[in-house]
């Protein structure tokens, strides 16, 4: 019999919809000197829907009922090429400090197909380490030959609380990333979207399940830095509000919202958001209605924090080593107690490039 490692947060599903998608990215450079694609919103969003349409009724989500606090852990525009030290160095962070999730607001690495590559090697490394701190590893194989198979295939892992085993390949990680306008380049959504399928979506995280309570993720596509209009028909419908959950007994506790492109300008030296008014004012509507607590943005590379109304607004600096060689404060752990307080804090770096020469 097999004993099972105390597993600290427990995954029931994967959670981003999967599509398929090959598009033919045609690059342009907007009035204000901001590099846009060609890769077209409305049919991102589209086929990311038509999926969740066919799998809406799937458990998806995280369990943490019972624990006094749960944190996760946030980054943005890392734009990874050859050097993977801060994306490692985030990933290391997240498993050191338990955190529940790990999200990514976007231009996750510049489009080249050997940098997606560098990128899919890097999560894979960190989904074994994640295995194998949080589901028992079984081996497959002879006793007489442990120690001398390495291929992943000899392993499997085990929820034995969930009554659930994955082999590595099936086993969920709990990396969410939202898409940017440097994933879309140059043919790039068929490359990101064949690592995380999915540009438009949610995540629950099971707080109580008497009654039911949830705290609530939500992902945007906001990569062409607009929502278009079939986002903002599918927002208006409730897709991502959770309505018809509430009409089943669930409570909807704290919100929280992930996007690329920035709404407020950090200074008068950096862009302000490059969503068309109409859609600024949806959006900074929607998210009071949503009663969101905490709106994650990237893009524009400079830190800024800032409440309007009831909501947080946290813009994050670049974490990667080439806009910031020097270490510092790229990334934020968020807090969340029993009670649904929430505190945040900004998380220091300490990976430079010059540390590998």
């Not at 919103?41 to 998806?60: F, G």
């Not at 690592?195 to 705290?215: A, C, G, K, R, W």
């Not at 409570?251 to 690329?260: A, D, G, L, P, Q």
């Not at 990334?331 to 990976?351: F, Q």
């Amino acid at each position: 019999m097999v004993k099972m490692k105390k597993i600290k947060h427990i995954i029931l599903f994967p959670t981003l919809f999967s599509l398929v998608a090959v598009l033919i990215s045609c690059d342009k450079v907007s009035p204000i000197g901001v590099l846009v694609s060609g890769t077209g919103v409305e049919d991102r969003v589209k086929m990311s829907n038509e999926y969740y349409l066919k799998h809406k009724l799937e458990a998806k989500g995280h369990i943490v009922v019972g624990r006094d606090e749960y944190t996760f852990l946030v980054g943005a525009d890392s734009h990874i090429t050859t050097d993977l030290g801060r994306m490692q160095e985030m990933l290391q962070n997240g498993l050191d400090h338990d955190d529940l999730l790990y999200a990514h607001l976007g231009d996750i690495a510049d489009t080249k197909a050997e940098y997606y590559i560098n990128l899919e090697d890097v999560l894979y490394e960190y989904k074994k380490l994640y295995a194998k701190k949080y589901y028992e590893e079984i081996f497959m194989g002879d006793e007489d030959d442990k120690g001398q198979l390495y291929d992943d295939s000899y392993y499997l892992y085990v929820d034995t609380i969930n009554d659930v085993t994955y082999d590595l390949d099936h086993l969920p990680y709990p990396f969410y990333p939202v898409v940017g306008n440097h994933d879309i380049t140059h043919n790039g959504w068929a490359l990101w979207s064949n690592i995380f399928h999915s540009s438009f979506y949610d995540v629950f995280v099971i707080v109580d399940f008497n009654p039911l309570t949830i705290d609530h993720f939500i992902f945007l596509d906001t990569a062409n830095g607009t929502l278009g209009k079939e986002q903002v028909k599918l927002i208006e419908e409730g897709v991502l509000d959770g309505r018809n959950y509430e009409e089943n007994g669930y409570y909807f506790r704290n919100t929280f919202v992930f996007s690329h492109t920035n709404i407020f300008r950090p200074s008068s030296l950096q862009f302000a958001s490059t969503f068309p008014r109409e859609e600024t004012f949806f959006l900074l509507e929607q998210f009071k209605r949503w009663e969101a607590d905490i709106v994650f943005m990237g893009h524009v590379h400079k830190w800024d924090d800032r409440v309007n109304g009831q909501t947080t607004y946290l813009t994050l600096d670049s974490m990667s080593e080439s806009n910031n060689p020097e270490p510092g404060d790229y990334l934020v752990r968020v807090h969340v107690k029993k009670d649904g307080t929430i505190t945040w804090e900004r998380v220091h770096m300490n990976y430079s490039p010059k540390d590998n020469e």
